[in-house]
């Protein structure tokens, strides 16, 4: 097995994740079989708590894992599907020792940081490495060198290069280099420090990926090879991206990044096939169309919190050979203004996950304003559940209905709690969580985009679409056309004498790729296209 770790330095958000997935595509069209993986210093067992504010979307995983988003892109670069052991966190680190100190597995040691918690983490490197049949894992390393909570990862690390051999190991360290405007010149110092710091735990990073606004010449590389020890083709510039992000791989390939792996590693390959990426790329860049999408959501301002449905718009566009201008609108807006301002013009509208009842009333007017306009309707999740009230108040004159989540006393819960989730009362990981299989309606619209009446999709959700309004909301026009397979948890509902109006309980957008772009994304998008004024 071989093993690259991705560390950063200098400041957070430099793009470290993408670069890791970057390179995990590059390695995989080299033909190797590549295992990505996370691991998050923070204390959080997972980050399913976690505010968007904190941490962006969480991303959740076929077994029903909630965690980081940089696992989304892992998924989405490269064809892996990743499980719970692909991220590990200082809070699971620190559960699984304290409860074998409890269980008496230390008895007569004092536990310690070294070596109980690094053992722990290498622990999880080799569990990995017994149950895969990868050919190199590559795993990231949360947060930013010289962070005290990292250390116990870092120091875990060296020894793991001791124990499986240098010439298995290779280190990648992403750092920023900024530009001085004053100065007009690009800075290394920062870099410089960020690998001593690096050294001085004792990793001397074999490839410095360096993110910086502007391109990086050769006297750059040469001070950075200096300073760092390291040689001046592996100063490996990753310069702002003005296309999209699955440009990364192509820019880093010229970069030679994948052969410096490779010769480093001592993996004999040929060099990567990238004409699909290519195509795809392409395709994203220079679409014939362009339509307007607006996301109605109360986390429009943070760029991470819809991270996989921005992304799965982005492949569902150039499935349909169009650029999809996502116009982020805050239902906060629309319910102080009104929904006909903010979505004038707006081709189609989306309504993705939430929680918490901030926002509610402006996505309802949302949904309304797409039902009774005939604008394309996707709901997601939440969404679904928007969509599910809307019609109630407004299609079958039930004008107190709401979810218990919102209005527990509502004297029409036409979305109420899931009945296992009536006794659960710790927080954390007890949603409906992961893969589980739908059924759909032979004549639904959703049948028909999947080309499939059984399919499988990620949950997380506590609140579900309460059965006993079914018929009344049948004979109004919203049909429930997908449920679990026993019938009794509804999962889509669809409004056919809309042009689209699709609602489902799951996260279809952590299915889509780039490569294969989710099929009710792509309708939406088409439908929108059709939609356009
Ligand atoms: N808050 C809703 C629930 O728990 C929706 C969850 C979501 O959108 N992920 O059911």
Redesign the pocket.
Known sequence: MKYIFVTGGVVSSLGKGLAAAALGTLLERRGLKVLMQKFDPYLNVDPGTMSPFQHGEVYVLDDGAETDLDLGHYERFTSGRLSQLNNLTSGQVYENVIKKERKGDYLGATVQVIPHVTDEIKQRIYNVTNQTDADIIITEIGGTTGDIEGLPFLEALRQFKDEVGHENVAFMHATLIPYIKAAEELKTKPTQQSVAKLREIGIAPDVIICRAEHPIDNEIKRKLSMFCNIRPEAVVPFVDIKGTIYEAPLKLHEEKLDTIICERLGLATNEPDLLEWRNIVDRIVNPTHTVKIGVVGKYIDLQDAYKSIYESLTHAGAANDTKVDVVRIDSGDIEAEGAGKYLEGISAILIP???GDRGIEGKIDAARHARENNVPYFGI??GM?IATIEFARHACELELAHST?FDPSTPHPVICLLEEQKEVTNMGAS?RLGTWETRLSEESRSAKLYGATTINERH????EFNQNYRSQFEKAGLRLVGTSPDGTLGEIVEIPDHPFFIAVQFHPEFQSKPTAAHPLFKGFVAAALENRS
Not at 460 to 463: E, K, N
């Open positions: 996950g939430g929680f999740c939440l559940q989540e949603m997380r959700h506590r609140y």
